[in-house]
């Protein structure tokens, strides 16, 4: 049984009011919220074993040691990973995508070669390939999509074949895409995406930043060669996330950062480097974050991510149809797959007018470019209201949207 009631009493902060109205909170593609087993994990660390990690031989550092590198595990298990070696700990998915754009364009690329990504990218997989492009002279290539926002490769197994085979070239490096849409909710076909490209030996990144909180991911299932995603969109702290890669990648990538506990041995004629994962991880990490995304990753197991997955689709079938039901309204994305996400505009009235009265009524939903403008060009608009769902929300709280939506269309 999906007991709601009990996992929205593990959250506190759903109980509050806003504006003398009762948290509807549908914010959670940006972040979610926390529960009270991750916020009591990190404050216990604090109490109780505070101590920086893998430099001391007393006893606190020896326990924030062990519970660091039990988090660096617990993230090898989520993931099913071969080796911890292969979890490098980051401040999110944007810094991991960084790390991979400055190793793997300093070692593995020359101007003229090419890096693809797609249309519906979140600024974080774009930036970062574009700043190369200034420094090393790459080439930053984007597959298209279809006007219902799928890459023009996902109808078929066949087309998607035929689609990215197109867009590869030989001097093309690195594919780096998105799993799941933070607009769209789109999950793209990525386990078809890597066998095309590995026929050609070209290394995959996946930005899983809206998949891991949602989708089971088994990156050795997939064959990904990197993987990225953050641990504040799945119920646990800022500013920590994990940067996934195999062991024979990470090896051939040299430091994206220099400073304490990366190194060997330093001399100011040479400085040799640490082994993984410690070689990408300079300076002293938030271990105390690390501890609390285990925790977070504990949780949603405990809850079960197939039993969180079905919830949360239903939610977004639900919230597609009842506003559906409301006159002007466009819905952005496909039908299928579409995962806990439902972008919308509404004839005549600017997105940001909706959010703001949405607001007065106690629905927190987001507006705006969505750190997505690439994709906003592609279909025509300036930006949207977006509704993003987790595993504490509830079909009522689909209804007080709806309801809402329909009275700030009434006041305009």
Not at 376 to 383: D, E, F, S, V, Y
């Amino acid at each position: 049984m999906y007991d709601i009631k009990k996992i929205r009493e593990d959250f506190p902060i759903l109980s509050r009011q806003v504006y003398g109205r009762p948290l509807v909170y549908l914010d959670n593609a940006a972040t979610t919220q926390k529960p009270l087993a991750v916020l009591d994990a990190m404050r216990d660390e604090y109490l109780n074993v505070n101590a920086n990690v893998h430099r001391g031989v007393h006893y606190l550092s020896q326990q924030a040691t062990d519970l660091h590198e039990a988090a660096r595990e617990r993230v090898r298990q989520f993931i099913n990973a071969r080796k911890t070696e292969e979890i490098i700990f980051t401040r999110g998915t944007t810094e991991a995508i960084n790390l991979v754009a400055s190793s793997f364009c300093l070692s593995q690329m020359q101007a003229g070669d090419e890096v693809i990504v797609s249309d519906m990218e979140h600024h974080s997989n774009i930036v970062p390939w574009q700043l190369q492009a200034m420094q090393r002279g790459i080439i930053v290539r984007h597959l298209p999509i279809t006007d219902d926002g799928r890459l023009a490769c996902s109808a078929t197994r066949r087309q998607c074949s035929d689609a990215v085979a197109a867009h590869l070239t030989e001097k093309t490096r690195l594919i780096s895409i998105a799993h799941v849409s933070n607009v769209l909710g789109t999950v793209n076909p990525v386990a078809d995406i890597i066998r095309i490209a590995h026929e050609r030996d070209i290394p995959v990144l996946i930005d899983a930043a809206q998949s891991a909180p949602h989708l089971p991911l088994d990156v050795q299932a997939l064959d990904c060669d990197f993987l990225a995603f953050s641990g504040h969109k799945m119920y646990g702290p800022t500013g920590v996330g994990v940067l996934y890669g195999k062991e024979e990648w990470l090896e051939k990538l040299p430091p994206y950062q220099g400073g304490g506990e990366m190194i060997d041995r330093v001399s100011w004629e040479k400085t040799t480097f640490e082994r993984l994962p410690f070689k990408f991880e300079a300076g002293t990490p938030d271990y105390v974050a690390t501890h609390g995304l285990a925790t977070a990753i504990d949780y949603l197991q405990g809850v079960g991510l197939d039993a969180v997955e079905a919830h949360e689709r239903e939610l977004t079938r639900y919230c597609m149809e009842q506003l559906r039901t409301i006159g002007g309204v466009t819905i952005y994305g496909p039908d299928e797959p579409h995962d806990a996400v439902v972008s919308f505009n509404v004839d005549g009235i600017h997105h940001l007018d909706i959010g703001t009265l949405l607001d007065r009524l106690g629905i927190a939903v987001r507006t705006g470019h969505h750190c997505a403008q690439p994709l906003m060009t592609r279909l025509g608009i300036q930006g949207t209201v977006r509704a993003s769902f987790a595993m504490y929300n509830t079909r009522e709280e689909v209804d007080a949207l709806a309801d809402g939506l329909r009275r700030v269309i009434q006041m305009f």
